[in-house]
Nanobody, 124 residues
Framework: QLRLVDSGGGLVQPGGSLTLTCTVS????????IGWFRQAPGKEREAVLC????????KYAPSVEGRFTISRDDAKNTVSLQMNDLKPEDTAMYYC?????????????????WGQGTQVTVSS
């Protein structure tokens, strides 16, 4: 059974950086596109970035343009979200999720497996 573990969250000052890691076990990344979502208190869970199984990535949150990047390491079975120039509005619980498709989707209902989440708090 596929299992995802999110890690790397924490408290950071505005303008700082964090790297989140999604570690996959129970299968390999060879079958999955992996997305990062986030959910702030009182808001819907939204797609941020996603790594397509077939290659490339999709950016769903315009607010992260030029600041967040996603990368996957198939040998290590990990997908990372590099977050730079963090802003208070980036504060949220961040989740990775897996979909057994060549391409990502922004719709959370399409994903079959989820990590437990890792909290990112941006505050001075």
């Amino acid at each position: 059974q596929l299992r995802l573990v999110d890690s790397g969250g924490g408290l950071v000052q505005p303008g700082g950086s964090l790297t989140l890691t999604c570690t996959v076990s129970g299968s390999t990344l060879d079958y999955y596109s992996i997305g990062w979502f986030r959910q702030a208190p009182g808001k819907e869970r939204e797609a941020v970035l996603c790594s397509n199984l077939i290659g490339g990535s999709r950016k769903y949150a315009p607010s992260v343009e030029g600041r967040f990047t996603i990368s996957r390491d198939d040998a290590k079975n990990t997908v990372s979200l590099q977050m730079n120039d963090l802003k208070p509005e980036d504060t949220a619980m961040y989740y990775c999720a897996a979909i057994r498709e060549y391409y990502c989707t922004r719709y959370k209902e399409g994903y079959q497996s989820w990590g437990q989440g890792t909290q990112v708090t941006v505050s001075s």
